[in-house]
């Protein structure tokens, strides 16, 4: 296995997937390794419209969101600047906060899993995770951390949206165990706890 992994962290909104991308971020480089952190959706012209979709600056409906999303993402990918693939052949660990799952994790109540698998196995066959660390969280621990931790929640966090797109997350990861390697952990735990089983399980696939 190469020394440069690529990570991809998953999870409902309210797990904490930002923050453990930093704080994992910030592990990696003080070991000396090269980082790339990245976020979804890119801040090039697709990922604009995306955001100003959810800003209500635009309409559309949960088929072209999505559509949206698997197109930011094929830049995310194979764009010639900073790209994910030339990250890694330039010798950078890359690390995601959401990859596979992004355009059905806003709006997988509306989308079918198996379309949204369909739809990203062409990225899956350019780039795939070394591993997807899944903050598997409950709704109302998320929800409760949203409602503290912004003073606006976006349209689709509501506890229901949250339970549902939770279910629709453990659907796709029993679609995909047998192709993805998933590390899931508990999330309903301080951010602190969170992070030293991510770098522990990390550190067993840099070796």
Not at 87 to 95: A, C, H, P, S
Request: hydrophobic share 35%; glycine share 6%; charged share 25%.
């Amino acid at each position: 296995m190469r020394n440069n992994l690529f990570i991809a962290f998953e999870g409902i909104d309210g797990s904490g997937k930002s923050t453990q991308v930093k704080l994992l971020t910030q592990k990696l480089e003080a070991e000396g390794h090269k980082v790339y952190s990245t976020f979804e959706p890119t801040a090039g012209p697709i990922g604009k419209m995306i955001r100003g979709i959810f800003s209500h600056q635009m309409k559309a409906n949960h088929y072209t969101i999505a559509g949206l999303f698997l197109a930011d993402r094929m830049n995310h990918i194979l764009n010639e600047e900073d790209g994910l693939l030339k990250k890694l052949e330039e010798g950078y660990t890359v690390i995601t906060d959401r990859y596979y799952f992004s355009s059905y994790a806003y709006h997988g109540a509306h989308v079918p899993m198996n379309w949204v698998i369909e739809c990203n196995a062409m990225c899956a066959q350019l780039l795939r995770p070394d591993v997807t660390v899944y903050v598997d969280i409950s709704p109302e621990v998320s929800m409760e951390r949203l409602r503290t931790g912004r003073e606006q929640l976006e349209l689709f966090e509501t506890l229901e949206n949250q339970k549902k797109v939770y279910e629709k997350y453990a659907e796709a990861f029993d679609l995909l165990k047998n192709d993805e390697s998933v590390f899931s952990l508990n999330g309903n735990r301080s951010t602190e706890e969170i992070a030293n089983e991510v770098w522990i399980e990390i550190q067993k696939r840099l070796k």
